[in-house]
């Protein structure tokens, strides 16, 4: 298999890099048209591209000062590339082709899986999850998915050196709008992201507010019936020990504060629970 690098952006954008069999050096101090159009950002020996005896390209990173990734990963030493993985060099992005055989007959290898819409849409989703903003924007687009695609494509497109393997090739190759056309796409169900429970605590609102405050209070009272107890328990201990008589065994009311404590514990966690549940129902309806 004979190995070419399409550049969709950079300096050198739009060129397409053959591989020789004994490799292309990319860098500040390659020959062309390995110094990618004078990228400033390229170490003088920055990544080798390889094809190796067994048919596939290897990518090694020279310990370069700005790294090399490949699908989003950055990687050390060699890593074994395919087809249709895109590989960042400085400021130079590049998706690598494999054309199998030669003359008419031959097949050109471009990916090795294409992502379907809901695919893609759940990458970006998982990836806009794990930022304070992109989780913003998350909320935003169901209700507002207009005025939302610009700061989505904004945020992509400062984002885009770490963007995940299924979304490398569109962020790289400058297909965005794409991106954002696929999240605002309406019959694509996904879940919503995972909130801690004090985000879902703190959005009830209404009817679930109260069954919250009513739950906290019974637990509040669970715990106060429990330390009634307790104190009855170290009050009279203390009280034998100090008049200096014969201990006895402590005399405390555990009934009915003990089983009352109990009861009101486990009223305020299930009234709790119930309340998170309403609240993120009506959440759901309102967006």
């Known amino acids: 298999m004979t190995y070419s690098l399409d550049v969709v952006d950079g300096s050198a954008a739009g060129a397409r890099l053959e591989i020789p069999n004994s490799g292309l050096l ?3 101090s390659a020959r062309p048209p390995g110094q990618l159009g004078g990228d400033p950002a390229l170490s003088r020996q920055h990544a080798r591209f390889t094809p190796s005896p067994d048919g596939a390209l290897l990518v090694e990173d020279l310990g370069s000062t700005n790294g090399t990734r490949v699908n989003g990963a950055m990687i050390r030493g060699s890593f074994v590339a395919h087809p249709g993985d895109v590989v960042q060099v400085g400021e130079t992005t590049m998706r690598i082709f494999g054309d199998q055989g030669s003359g008419a007959g031959s097949t050109v290898v471009r990916h090795r899986h294409v992502e379907s819409d809901a695919d893609l849409r759940e990458a970006l989703y998982a990836w806009l999850s794990h930022d304070r903003e992109g989780r913003e924007l998350l909320s935003r687009l169901d209700h507002d998915a207009a005025g939302t695609a610009e700061p989505l494509a904004d945020w992509i497109a400062r984002r885009r050196h770490d963007a995940p393997a299924p979304l490398a090739t569109y962020v790289s190759g400058g297909h965005v709008e794409r991106l954002v056309n696929i999240a605002n796409a309406r019959d694509v169900h996904i879940h919503e992201p995972p909130k801690q429970l004090w985000d879902k605590v703190a959005n009830a609102r209404g009817g679930p507010l109260l069954f919250l405050m009513v739950g906290i209070a019974a637990i509040v ?12 328990f170290i009050a009279t201990v203390w009280s034998d020990l100090g008049s200096g008589s014969q201990p006895s065994p402590p005399s405390v009311q555990f009934v009915p504060w003990a089983p ?12 709790i629970t119930l309340a998170i549940g309403a609240s993120a129902r009506d959440a759901r309806r309102a967006r």
């Open 26 to 28: 990319v860098g500040r």
């Open 221 to 232: 009272g669970g715990f106060a019936s429990f330390g009634y107890v307790v104190v009855s």
């Open 260 to 271: 009352l404590g109990l009861a009101l514990e486990v009223a305020g966690v299930v009234i």
